[in-house]
T-cell receptor, first 112, second 118 residues
Framework: GQQVMQIPQYQHVQEGEDFTTYCNSSTTLSNIQWYKQRPGGHPVFLIQ???SGEVKKQKRLTFQFGEAKKNSSLHITATQTTDVGTYFCAGELMDSNYQLIWGAGTKLIIKP | EPEVTQTPSHQVTQMGQEVILRCVPI?????FYWYRQILGQKVEFLVS????????KSEIFDDQFSVERPDGSNFTLKIRSTKLEDSAMYFCARAEFTYAGTENYGYTFGSGTRLTVV
């Protein structure tokens, strides 16, 4: 079946360092969405990317969608403690009723 | 506070018992979803519900599961005979769409119900 692979599973960074997570789909996606989940919380929508090669920015967060609409990345510049959580990508399948296939998530951990 | 409200926040049930998870109240949205997340793992799609009918369902959503919108607002997920492996966070979600309905702008998740089967 369709899968979305996300790496790394964990990333430990010092506060102020950058963070990147990558997603790769086995099939072409209609769009890809990114969510953040704090420990014990629910996924919170960050952004949706629809167009091939699209790049979007939200302050220190940069989201990219690959040309083939199969891969995506999230890059956080100069991490802060408020960035802690798990970041999930979720791809929407073509010809589906907006069903999302989720990556396994990347947990951002700030080293003390 | 999330715009999608779920109750209860935590439910403990005996294996083999029936549970009903609720998503309340819901405004005039047409698309609803149930997802689950086993502790520390990825979010998994269960079922989508459009215009009071099941639109799509995953392999997880077997005969033990059912969804209803009994009174036009509440949206329920029923598990008829719970198993230990049903222990998870269950999230209700709605999708936000453009006026034309051709592109969605992400999902709003409820705060979830933590189901523990013992």
């Amino acid at each position: 079946g369709q899968q979305v692979m996300q790496i790394p599973q964990y990333q430990h960074v010092q506060e102020g360092e950058d963070f990147t997570t990558y997603c790769n789909s086995s099939t072409t996606l209609s769009n890809i969405q990114w969510y953040k989940q704090r420990p014990g919380g629910h996924p919170v929508f960050l952004i949706q990317l629809v167009k091939s090669g699209e790049v979007k920015k939200q302050k220190r967060l940069t989201f990219q969608f690959g040309e083939a609409k199969k891969n995506s990345s999230l890059h956080i510049t100069a991490t802060q403690t408020t960035d802690v959580g798990t970041y999930f990508c979720a791809g929407e399948l073509m010809d589906s009723n907006y069903q999302l296939i989720w990556g396994a998530g990347t947990k951002l951990i700030i080293k003390p | 506070e999330p715009e999608v409200t779920q109750t209860p926040s935590h439910q403990v049930t005996q294996m083999g018992q029936e549970v009903i998870l609720r998503c309340v109240p819901i405004s005039n949205h047409l698309y609803f979803y149930w997802y689950r997340q086993i502790l520390g793992q990825k979010v998994e799609f269960l079922v989508s519900f459009y215009n009071n009918e099941i639109s799509e369902k995953s392999e997880i959503f077997d005969d033990q599961f059912s969804v209803e919108r009994p009174d036009g607002s509440n949206f329920t997920l029923k598990i008829r005979s719970t198993k230990l492996e049903d222990s998870a966070m269950y999230f209700c979600a709605r999708a936000e769409f453009t006026y034309a309905g051709t592109e969605n702008y992400g999902y709003t998740f409820g705060s979830g119900t933590r189901l523990t089967v013992v």
